[in-house]
């Protein structure tokens, strides 16, 4: 299931959280930056973007699925982060994060960011394209 979907960029600025089925609030900075240094670190040491973080352990884990997305002419990056709990299907999550960078591509590489148009955005297609998908694993 998923508790959380956030889209952050490589400079640790939240476009956009939503959190889902009563999982509590989470603060969108806080998150975004804590993925823009993880980030950034694997990148460093380990040459890769950042896949899968897991807290706890055996069945009460909570994952934390990082998809990157490269934004060459920006120089950064655009994190799309799920944070889910129990099994889930890599390639779906895959399939929605590719789905949201091309629908938002030109907002998120704006200088001149708007919160409301990215939110309503990705809101409605999660709502028509991937309408169950937080309990779709």
């Known amino acids: ?42 990148r460093q040491i380990f040459k890769q973007n950042i896949a899968t973080i897991t807290f706890g352990t055996a069945n009460e884990a909570t994952n934390m699925i990082v998809v990157a997305k490269d934004l060459y002419s920006e120089n950064k990056s655009i994190y799309f982060v799920f944070y889910l709990k129990g099994k889930y299907n890599n390639q779906f999550i895959k399939e929605i994060a590719t789905t949201l960078f091309i629908e938002n591509k030109i907002q998120l590489c704006s200088t001149d960011f708007e919160a409301d148009p990215i939110k309503i955005r990705v809101d409605n297609l999660i709502k028509v394209k991937f309408n169950d998908f937080k309990n779709s694993f």
């Not at 956009?16 to 900075?29: H, I, L, P």
Request: net charge negative; aromatic share 12%; glycine share 16%.
């Open 1 to 42: 299931m998923i508790l959380c979907l956030q889209i952050c960029d490589s400079q640790g600025f939240p476009f956009y959280t939503r959190t889902f089925g009563g999982y509590s609030e989470v603060d969108g900075a806080l998150l975004s930056g804590l993925v823009s240094v993880i980030g950034n670190l694997g």
